[in-house]
């Protein structure tokens, strides 16, 4: 027997996708920005190591 009355899924269907693409976007970019950072913080790092090597004298 088919169901009566509004179906159930079709009413807030747009407005859940878009909050999902949102989210989603919102996550991408958080993880880029924490890729660049991670990658800005090894760079100095690296930086720093080659402006002065460590030598087994200095420890």
Do not use: F, S, Y
């Amino acid at each position: 027997m088919a169901k009566k009355g509004v179906e159930k899924n079709t009413r807030n269907k747009a407005k859940h996708t878009k909050l999902l693409k949102k989210k989603k976007e919102k996550l991408r970019l958080e993880k880029e920005v924490h890729k660049a950072k991670i990658k800005a913080i090894q760079d100095r790092a690296k930086e720093q190591k080659e402006e002065n090597p460590l030598t087994k004298e200095d420890l």
